[in-house]
């Protein structure tokens, strides 16, 4: 298991499979499979698998620490960039064959209506973190900081998930299953950020009692 | 036709030998022109959508009503499996499949309330009552998309005639029927059930109120809110309430299901109107199914020069 993660040649099947979505739609879409309203279905299915990439590239550090499976980190910043990718996809279906790319219409939207408000956040958030995805900019930015910009996605996939509860007209059981896997994952961080910081006092305090200890004897 | 058998190859497509020379430049050719060609189908497919059969009792005797625009009608593919059916589920292609087993005969229709004669329908005798029209009209959803349905049925009104209402019948109730052992999509739909909307008693007895049994021809798909079901057109498409068990005439305004579910965003009225937006997107524009760009939405879904006397001197932004 650890060879295989390990492989240089894992990435193209995983790359591969993350394209699946995007095959399966234009495979449908040339079978005159995407239903009676073919630009809501693009739409939605796009919407559906950024999501699904945010909440995959939140699930690596939680798989990598609890599985002992460090090697997943290689995987990270493919599911992150497809997750932009399908963001991408999904905001460009939005403005070309929704809006017709009528900016004043577009901005006038993003303006008034707190649902398409919430997505382009979300979307807009992205951006930074795909542009900074390179080894490249890790260096410039030094570790620390690129990884506090970084913490950009958990803006986002929070506002992905308004985005799409705010959207629904009633049957709410998807967004709110998307709102638990996010809201499980940034628990884990707060959990384990709360964890270490106890962990930080108490090994803090019984140096400084062994310190009196040490001073008594 | 003549019928070509797959072996005849006839000398046009005999490749020329120049051709063959030239044939790496032919397979550059030609995968740029099947990408064309791709590309052309996905724009296509994208303002046209597939058609399939249809499986429904054709309806004899139909006359032709008024009212009818000859707008293109929309395939009949999409208008039963693009539905809001939320006893059926809330995605828009649930309702055609979970509603396959929906049962719709026998079917009794009870109309009471403030009446001088109630009475308890058999769907056959009721569809006796006056004769079928079939009437083509533009039909817009809430949710911005549209279609152009030739519905089958009769006026409102000749039911509502038959029944005698009293003085104090100033509004019509609904309520569809609710069986949740047949309809599998309303537990997770989030609204509450049985369905019920209402009209005035002047949009009832409107003469563009439809009381439907079919469409296309034959009689309406379970989907499709069978055997029974009102067509309001120049309202938002959830007041016309599906699958009818009860008509009451009461005195005030009936609860409506959606405004039960969520007030403000739905109100008792909801005449499709351009200017005043759904809180949550613009109401001016609409997709037509089958159609690539969106078209303007019409007051009152076009049907202005028959209903706006109805509302004369109503502000249409506080009764929505």
Redesign the interface.
């Known amino acids: 298991m650890k060879s295989v993660l390990n492989s240089k040649w894992i990435k193209v099947p995983v790359f591969v499979l993350c394209l699946v979505p995007l095959t399966r739609l234009i495979w449908r879409g040339l079978n005159h499979e995407l239903g009676a309203n073919p630009i809501e279905f693009i739409t939605h299915t796009t919407g559906d698998w950024t999501l699904i990439f945010l909440v995959l590239t939140l699930s690596i550090t939680p798989a990598r620490k609890l599985l002992r499976r460090p090697e997943l980190i290689r995987f990270r910043r493919m599911l992150g960039l497809f997750a932009f990718f399908y963001g991408f996809l999904h905001f460009s279906t939005w403005i070309g064959l929704d809006k017709f790319f009528d900016l004043a219409e577009m901005l006038h939207d993003v303006r008034k209506r707190p649902f398409i408000t919430a997505g382009f956040t979300g979307f807009v958030l992205m951006i930074p973190l795909a542009a900074t995805s390179t080894a490249g900019w890790i260096r410039r930015l030094g570790g620390r900081r690129w990884q506090m910009l970084h913490r950009l996605i958990y803006a986002s996939a929070v506002a992905g998930v308004v985005h799409y509860y705010w959207l629904v007209k009633s049957d709410v059981r998807k967004p709110v299953f998307y709102g638990t896997l996010v809201a499980l994952l940034l628990a884990y961080r707060l959990g384990n950020r709360l964890l270490r910081k106890a962990d930080r006092t108490r090994s803090g305090s019984s140096a400084r009692e062994r310190l009196v200890l040490g001073e008594k004897v | 036709m003549l019928q070509k058998k797959s072996w005849d190859i006839p000398s046009s497509e005999i490749t020329p030998r120049s051709v063959y020379l030239n044939r790496r430049e032919f397979i550059a050719d030609a995968s740029a022109a099947a990408a064309m060609m ?1 590309a052309e ?2 724009l296509w ?2 303002a046209s ?2 058609q399939k059969v249809r499986a429904g009792t054709k309806l004899n005797g139909v006359i032709k009503g008024p009212f009818g625009t000859d707008e293109k009608q929309t395939p009949y ?3 039963t ?2 539905n809001n059916f ?1 006893e059926f589920g ?1 995605g ?2 649930e309702p055609a499949e979970k509603a396959k087993n929906f049962k719709t005969s026998p079917w009794t229709l009870v109309v009471d309330g403030a009446v001088n004669k109630p009475k308890t329908f058999d769907l056959d005798a009721m569809m006796k009552l006056a004769p079928l029209e079939e009437r083509v009209y533009r039909h817009r959803c809430v ?1 911005a ?1 549209s279609i152009v349905v030739p519905w089958i049925g009769f006026p409102l009104n000749a039911l509502i005639k038959q029944v005698e209402p009293t003085s104090k019948a100033k509004y019509v109730a609904f309520q569809s029927l609710y069986d949740p052992k047949q309809m599998p999509g309303a537990r ?4 509450p059930f049985p369905y019920v909307e209402g009209l005035r008693m002047d949009e009832a007895m409107h003469p563009l109120a439809l009381l439907c049994f079919g469409m296309y021809g034959e009689t309406l798909p379970n989907q499709d809110g069978a055997p029974v079901r009102l067509v309001v057109p120049w309202k938002y498409g959830f007041k016309s309430i599906k699958s009818i068990v009860k008509i009451k005439f009461v005195e005030h305004e009936p609860p409506t299901t959606w405004n039960l ?2 007030p403000r965003e739905y109100g008792f009225y909801s005449n499709v109107n351009p200017s005043v937006d759904h809180p ?3 109401q001016a524009k609409e ?1 037509r ?2 159609e690539f ?2 078209r303007p939405t019409l007051m009152f879904n076009g049907y202005g020069e028959q209903v706006t006397q109805l509302y004369a001197g109503m502000d249409l932004r506080k009764y929505f």
């Open positions: 791709v189908r996905t497919e994208l959508p597939s593919n999409d208008v499996h693009y939320y809330a828009k292609e949710e998309w997770y739909a989030g609204i579910a969520n949550r997107w613009s997709r199914l089958g760009f969106r």
